[in-house]
């Protein structure tokens, strides 16, 4: 004759004692289990980076004006020992996802051509890794004074000025946006923030190559065309994949530039461009 199995009501005040085993198995089970998880997926996510995004904070900068290929703003730091003045170039954006172009010819508009024009501009620092960026958070507002240059203390800005050729590269990396990846988006790259990026881009804002060797140090190179002129929209099918880019190379101060004829994507999978969603605005 078969056992009759055991069974058990909620209203009963005792469980059959094979139910109980089992639930005090599972919750034993569960106890052990679940922190190994917890702590398992804590380990294996990535620290926030070191970027700095100063939201809320207005600063003032005084440097004269670079334009092209990008726009800087380029500022003394200090001397060196024979008394020659070192720059630093920040470079320059616009308020929310734009570019910095459009705040510049307003600017001009007023003021006429500010190229080569010493200016003291405000707005919000951005800065990762040595590099910096200058929100123009204020727009027109922006612009706090406008004075030209004295030869005797600081010689001229021209686009070439403090630029040096480092010859035809080949660089492999992933296409971003400066204004995120050096403070204002954590994580400022990868798949969670291209289309954060594409819009960014599409905005304005002159792409990034990030490029990251094997120790996990980052190198970031502004990316234009081989005169100089903007590949924002051409460059938007590969942005957030990697890519192998070809051109040259050029230091302008703090800054890298790769002029490039060349953008070859390396992941063979089509994106999901369909399924994205912007992450930002």
């Not at 734009?98 to 200016?119: I, V």
């Not at 203390?153 to 995120?180: A, F, H, M, N, Y």
């Not at 120790?215 to 099918?237: F, H, K, T």
């Amino acid at each position: 004759m078969k056992p009759e199995d055991d069974f058990y009501i909620g209203w009963q005040s005792d469980a059959p004692l094979s139910i109980r085993k089992v639930v005090w198995r599972a919750v034993i089970a569960l106890a052990l289990i679940v922190p190994i998880l917890a702590g398992l997926l804590v380990w294996q996510q990535r620290g926030f980076s070191g970027a700095v995004f100063e939201y809320g904070t207005l600063t003032t900068l005084e440097g004269e004006l670079i334009r092209t290929p990008v726009p800087f703003l380029r500022v003394p730091v200090k001397q060196t020992a024979d008394n020659a003045p070192l720059f630093e170039r920040v470079l320059l954006i616009g308020f929310n996802k734009r570019g910095a172009d459009s705040t510049l010819n307003a600017w001009e508009r007023k003021y006429g051509p500010l190229t080569n024009k010493r200016l003291k501009v405000r707005g919000t620092l951005i800065y990762h890794d040595g590099k910096a960026a200058l929100e123009l958070t204020e727009e027109a507002d922006a612009l706090i004074d406008v004075s030209g240059i004295k030869p005797s203390s600081i010689p001229p800005v021209s686009s070439t000025l403090g630029q040096s050729s480092l010859g035809i590269v080949r660089l492999t990396g992933e296409i971003t946006d400066p204004k995120c990846m050096l403070g204002v988006m954590k994580p400022g790259q990868g798949r969670p923030h291209r289309s954060c990026a594409v819009r960014c881009i599409a905005g304005g804002i002159p792409p990034l190559l990030a490029v990251q060797n094997r120790s996990g140090q980052r190198n970031y190179y502004l990316v234009v065309g081989p005169m100089g002129e903007p590949l924002n929209a051409s460059i938007l099918i590969n942005v957030g994949r990697s890519v192998e880019l070809r051109g040259r190379l050029e230091q302008a101060d703090n800054w890298l530039i790769l002029y490039t004829d060349s953008v070859q994507p390396l992941a063979q999978a089509p994106l999901d461009r369909s399924m994205q969603v912007a992450m930002c605005w």
